[in-house]
């Protein structure tokens, strides 16, 4: 197999090029979720690991069109995914799978995804009407926990009962899964409380700002669903 050239790129059309984007950083993102190393990886989509590893730790990296769809088949993915193409539109815009089956998830599957942490949503009921905003959250301690700042909506849930969500989406494949929370909200005040969060949780805050109060959701429920393809 010969070896890719890393820094030259063959002449094309504006119509060939990928869309921008990081696509490094996407192409590590997906091939870590599907737990690939770099050498799998490189030989499903036949070409030199050490090109894939240029690709991945340089982000204005502009591979050829044949490439970047071997790479997206290889990734179970589209070329427009991998190119940053969807960042601004939500997901879950293609069709249905030809036959897609949606299944109950038991309480260890629905534990193990929510462990994975990263972003979901709080739905928390207020005085004016029920909202939901998406968080930065780990789960610490058999709880899910995240930061923010005082005033915000998602402290308008403390004290009573509130739920949460996450969820995984593959476009590329018109499938996924979803787990629901419910149970209690409260601030975490104790220093060696707080101490112990700041140090086991692997999120932070996307929104960046001092956001110091850190909130607890006890799970008292939990549910989940997943849609595959048969």
């Given at each position: 197999?010969a070896?890719?050239?890393?820094?030259?790129q063959t002449?094309?059309?504006?119509?060939d090029?990928p869309?921008?984007g990081d696509?490094?950083r996407?192409?590590?993102?997906?091939?870590?979720?599907?737990?690939?190393?770099q050498?799998?990886l490189?030989?499903?989509?036949a070409?030199a690991?050490s090109?894939l590893?240029h690709?991945e730790?340089h982000?204005?990296?502009a591979?050829?069109?044949?490439?970047?769809?071997?790479?997206a088949g290889?990734?179970?993915?589209?070329?427009?995914?991998?190119?940053?193409?969807h960042?601004d539109l939500?997901?879950?815009?293609?069709?249905?799978?030809?036959?897609p089956?949606?299944?109950?998830?038991g309480?260890?599957?629905c534990?193990?995804?929510?462990a994975a942490h990263?972003v979901?949503?709080?739905?928390?009921s207020?005085e004016?009407?029920?909202?939901?905003?998406p968080v930065?959250?780990?789960?610490?301690d058999?709880?899910?926990?995240?930061?923010?700042?005082?005033?915000?909506?998602?402290l308008?849930?403390?004290?009573r009962e509130v739920a949460?969500?996450?969820d995984?989406l593959?476009?590329?494949?018109?499938q996924?899964?979803s787990?629901?929370?419910?149970?209690p909200?409260e601030?975490v005040?104790d220093p060696?409380?707080?101490?112990r969060l700041a140090e086991r949780?692997?999120s932070?805050?996307w929104?960046?700002g001092?956001?110091?109060?850190?909130?607890?959701?006890?799970?008292t429920?939990?549910?989940g669903?997943r849609?595959?393809?048969r």
């Amino acid at each position: 197999m010969a070896e890719q050239r890393a820094p030259e790129q063959t002449p094309s059309t504006a119509a060939d090029r990928p869309p921008q984007g990081d696509l490094g950083r996407r192409i590590e993102r997906r091939r870590t979720e599907l737990g690939l190393t770099q050498e799998e990886l490189a030989f499903r989509a036949a070409m030199a690991p050490s090109y894939l590893a240029h690709l991945e730790q340089h982000s204005t990296a502009a591979p050829e069109a044949g490439t970047l769809l071997r790479l997206a088949g290889a990734l179970r993915t589209s070329a427009a995914e991998l190119g940053g193409g969807h960042v601004d539109l939500p997901p879950g815009i293609g069709h249905a799978a030809r036959a897609p089956r949606l299944s109950e998830l038991g309480e260890q599957e629905c534990r193990r995804l929510l462990a994975a942490h990263g972003v979901g949503r709080i739905a928390v009921s207020t005085e004016a009407a029920p909202l939901i905003v998406p968080v930065n959250y780990s789960v610490v301690d058999d709880a899910v926990v995240f930061r923010t700042r005082p005033g915000t909506v998602s402290l308008q849930g403390l004290g009573r009962e509130v739920a949460f969500e996450v969820d995984r989406l593959d476009d590329a494949l018109s499938q996924g899964w979803s787990v629901v929370v419910r149970g209690p909200a409260e601030t975490v005040t104790d220093p060696d409380a707080v101490r112990r969060l700041a140090e086991r949780a692997y999120s932070t805050p996307w929104a960046g700002g001092e956001r110091d109060v850190w909130v607890r959701i006890g799970i008292t429920a939990l549910t989940g669903r997943r849609i595959d393809v048969r």
